[in-house]
Antibody, heavy 114, light 110 residues
Framework: EVQVVESGGGLVQPGGSLRLSCTTSGFTFSDYWMTWVRQAPGKGLEWVASMTGDGSARFYVDSVKGRFTISRDNAKNSVYLQMNSLRVEDTAIYYC???????WGRGTLVTVSS | QAGLTQPPSVSKDLSQTATLTCTGNFNNVGNQGAVWLQQHQGHPPKVLSHRNNNRPSGISERFSASRSGNTASLTITGLQPEDEADYYCSAWDSSLSIWVFGGGTKLTVL
């Protein structure tokens, strides 16, 4: 079955860190860019980061540059999002998507609160 | 990092046709095409149309996508109660190297 499954969300205090994982199956992972998209409560979709299939390039939305890092392990068919210096405004459901955003997971909730 | 422009809301009667629009520029919608997504409350987004305007397997023929210049459109025919949802468009911006999303259109079926 072709799918992506996110994990790793949870409650974290402002300034804290969290690492999200996205495990994929059913397609040749290394052939695809992978993307993280988030959705704050009651808000629209916001692109967060993308990474090329071979890992040679990464792209970020301005608001997370220097705090978030996208990475991937093609041997494990997985992509990750390391989130540091988390802020209250990072609270959202984080979705993993295969590019060109044509396959989405169910998301994992990240709550940043004291 | 500006996004794509979508009308915030559209209301149509049951069984009628709704056309949702998504306006960008040459660097995103114009030369990359747009992906259309449907999202029901409390659920993840579902892809209705790929960038080439093709429907994924399992998506009803009532949903059709097109593009004219820098504006993408999603037409939904024979509106059903289950079509009431939020609809988003998205496109890769080849100049900025970012994905841009529209703010979403809330479709109400009367």
């Amino acid at each position: 079955e072709v799918q992506v499954v996110e994990s790793g969300g949870g409650l974290v205090q402002p300034g804290g860190s969290l690492r999200l994982s996205c495990t994929t199956s059913g397609f040749t992972f290394s052939d695809y860019w992978m993307t993280w998209v988030r959705q704050a409560p009651g808000k629209g979709l916001e692109w967060v980061a993308s990474m090329t299939g071979d890992g040679s390039a990464r792209f970020y939305v301005d608001s997370v540059k220097g705090r978030f890092t996208i990475s991937r392990d093609n041997a494990k068919n997985s992509v990750y999002l390391q989130m540091n210096s988390l802020r209250v405004e990072d609270t959202a459901i984080y979705y993993c998507a295969r590019d060109p955003v044509d396959l989405w997971g169910r998301g994992t909730l990240v709550t940043v609160s004291s | 990092q500006a996004g794509l422009t979508q009308p915030p809301s559209v209301s149509k009667d049951l069984s009628q046709t709704a056309t949702l629009t998504c306006t960008g520029n040459f660097n995103n919608v114009g030369n990359q095409g747009a992906v259309w997504l449907q999202q029901h409350q409390g659920h993840p987004p579902k892809v209705l149309s790929h960038r080439n305007n093709n429907r994924p397997s399992g998506i009803s023929e009532r949903f059709s996508a097109s593009r004219s210049g820098n504006t993408a459109s999603l037409t939904i025919t024979g509106l059903q109660p289950e079509d009431e949802a939020d609809y988003y468009c998205s496109a890769w911006d080849s100049s900025l190297s970012i994905w841009v999303f529209g703010g979403g259109t809330k479709l109400t079926v009367l």
